[in-house]
């Protein structure tokens, strides 16, 4: 697919569905969207890029390799979960800050958890898909 | 007491990483842990003696009623010395037999598993850690005796042994699981105090018979016997501890720790008198039969198995006395001759009675031995033997009717055939000339005739002194399995009576049987003629019926392609819901609830129908693909519809990523095929839409009934208050399930690392195109 | 509109059971993605069906208010909609290693001769 057009929107979409993708998990909590819905996006937009610039420029531009998210989201997930046993309190209990942030919003466990869930679906989607990309190629 | 229990254990797992490095000389170390439990459990022969008991509680899964309690009286303290005493024997002796062993490391750490499983069978108070012991030495056993794994005969034997044992195992569950319920308490000690009902309760005849089935099986009582004579494959230094002290003994254990809570009844007597009875004679006849010293042995144990179950039946406190008696009189003449045997396979290569004769001339430590322990087996005077002997005529002139006639007679003629057995195994072999090919015969490493002859020289000695044995030990047991005073004690003399002419009679007709009847291949022969009736032919049978049945079923049911397999559940599952349909009344449909049709969906559902016409009969992929892609976004659309945002955002995201995912592969697919006649096409279709249409009217069926929205009012009500978020689905996914969200998380990471390992990792080498 | 939604979810059932009932690789993935959407869209329906009224709290009020669309199914769907992705990429990559292995489509092919008497 070496369309100018093509290749030259995703430059700019990349960024632009990153950003709505965030949106959408900060946001999960109060509107529709959430972690899941979030990481999807996130996900469809670097195979966009992948679509157009190959691959492995995708992978050069993600740094790191898109399975070693799924541990780190994981082990917030847990860690969301499980954090409130430090002080005292029962697995699961929801903790959250008083005031809420600028931009933010409400912060609290829930949103570490679907943090992680995020950081799991991308690792996993982009795991699957370009390992069968680098595959066919 | 949980440290001695588990330092076997302990030891059997250290082996895996360790097991290498004690294979050859330092084999011998392992021996030190019977020895130092031998020694721990001596210590405790005072406080035993003098009336006393320890009891040790552990918690570990007390909402269950499972503790680990362990409950030390005389009878577990008899069995604890047997146990960790022969055991000491069996270890030392086994290292120089089986010097050089591929699998000697494996060996000693089946065995340090199995003592550990005995030691726990007779220290537990609580039935189901009994059970748990119960059934891990039949696991132990079952590697004993199929150490030979090279050998077909040895391999079947010990799963005979493991199906025979381990069913029992089964039944004894439900029994003990039984007495437990009933009694409200898993302890032992406590059950006691519940005897009177469950004696009276409607359900104690299935507590025995199930109890029955659990000790005969494992005790080798008929017509449960035959797997213990199969078990003889096991290396001798196995039987003889298996068989003497061990494993067969549980079954007698058991029988003795619960005669206190259930025994005392007819229903508990007759059962074991009667299958003892039987058991002993039938036993003891065919040890006539039998020219392989092991054999002899295994129908000689069989035999005394069926003397204790005998005496247990009778249950008078001088039956319970003579069972303790003998239970040690034929550990120490049984454990001995077994080792006896050992030696002489190991040395002169045959266990072949007919062709023994004469080895006192090369090994005269070992004829000690064995003609001892046959002096004891066969109850002479100043031998440990006699006084057991003297107890069980005792036991049964005793009884009451005309029962002392017939078990008289019935334990006459057992000991008279076992008297036999024993001379046949521990004097033939030693007697008579020697022949030319055994000239070559040496004696072994001193350890491996040391131990038959410790065991021997024991029977002597508490057979000279009586005292020794009793105080500390014997009355002790048979105490606790009446749980009350017995009340005599063990003499030497009792003077000129009707016992002592029946100790006579024995005797004399034993030897004269022993010397007019020689073993030979022929009577072995003519025994085997009967072999089609036999209770280990019919096993046979059951279980070669049962692999041909559950081989044709497999055939049939099985046939290894996916489709049939899905037909089947499919077909299935249709007749049974459309059954359910059917005999669950007419099925109605109130038009006032539903929801109005606009156009805009009936036109979607038009397109969702279109798309899905079109995915399964296009031959080209490329439409398949993209005809599912609209069917997924159809749906998306629905979820648009029903106040669904997040499901619709999920959708399409989802079916986008899905395009893409077919994209990537499909020039790689294989092209559509069509492998199927119009007939199967057609009971196919029939098939799916049975299915389809059993699928929409249970739909029909669950809209009509009232729906009740306690969960999800329970879900909307608390989203703000307790987790603070408005958008419930979400709030239930990160929060109320936070669970269940975690968990699908790791499955979408298995399925990453699956998808990952799949095409990254080369499987074969031979692949790579 | 329940009718028309009844109607679909056993057009989905009996389409996805057919497909999966084929020999071809393939065809079998297809039916596998067909049967998902049915079961989504039934456990969809039996929750109820309402519309315009999404299950998100108004800004201003801690409570529902109105009616509103039950939340419990949809979260469930939630779920099984993003497993399917998963379970559908693992089945094609699968399907994709056994057909390079025994270069065959046919699903037949890969019956091995029954081992007689293990």
Redesign the interface.
Known sequence: MNSTILKTASNYLLPILLLFSIF?LLR??????????GG??A??AF?LHS?THGTDATLRLLRIHP?SL?PV??GL??LS?FAPMLGGQPV?T?L?LEEPLPVIG?V?S?LF??L??YL??V???L???F???Q??E | MLAAVLSGLIVSILYIPFGKYLKDRLSICVSFLPIALFAYFASFIPTIRDGGHITFHYPWVPSLGINLDFHLDGLSLLFSLLITGIGSLVFLYAAPYLKGHRYLDRFYAYLSLFMAAMLGLVLADNVLLLFIFWELTSISSFFLIGFNNDNADSRKSSLIALGITGGGGFLLMAGLILMGHLSGSYSIQEMLGANEYLKGHALYGWILALVFAGAFTKSAQFPFHFWLPGAMKAPTPVSAYLHSATMVKAGIYLLARLNPVLGGTDYWMYPLVIIGGVTMLYSAFHSLFRTDLKAILAYSTIAALGILVFLIGIGTPESLLAASVFILVHALYKASLFLTTGVIDHETGTRDVTRLSGLRKVLWPLSIAGILAALSSAGVPLTFGFIGKDLIYEATLHTVGVLPIVLTALALLTNVLVLYAGFLAGIKPFTGPLPQNLTQVHLPNALMWGAPLVLALLGLLFGCLPFLADDALLNPAAHAMLQAPIGTSLKIWHGFNTVLLLSGITLVSGVLLYVIRKPSQRSLASIERFNAWSPRHLFGKVAQYSKAFSRRYTHTLHNGFLRVYLLRIIVFAVLLLAFRLFTGGPIRLTLDQLSPVSVYEIIVAAILIAAIFLAVTTSSRLTAVVATSVIGYCICLQFVFYSA??LA??QF??D??TV??FV??LF?LPPFLNLANRLTRIRDWTVASAFGAVISLIAIQVLNQPFDGAVSRFYGDNAYT??????V???I???FR??D??FE??V??I??IG??SL??LRLNASEKE | MEIVLVLLIGILYASGIFMLLRRSMVKLLIGLTLLGNGANLLIFLLGGITKGK?P?ID?AAKLFTDVYADPVPQALI??AI?IS??LQ?FA??LLKRVYVLVNSDDLDDLNTPEEEDI
């Not at chain 2, 307790?722 to 958008?727: D, P």
């Open positions: 959408l999960g909590h109060y509107h529709p969207g959430g972690g899941f819905v999807l996006i996900s469809i195979v679509f399975g799924i989201g994981l997930a847990a979960m699961m929801g959250w409400m609290g829930a958890f679907d992680g869930v799991v679906v690792g996993v989607v795991t699957i898909l390992t069968i990309s595959y066919s | 945002p997040d955002m999920t995201s989802i986008t990523l893409v995912l990537l592969v790689r307790l987790a603070k978020g408005k958008n689905v979400n709030v996914l990160v929060d936070g669970f969200t975690l998380i790791v979408l990471s399925a990453a998808v990952f095409l990254k | 999404p998100v800004t939630l779920t993003v992705f998963g990429a094609i990559v």
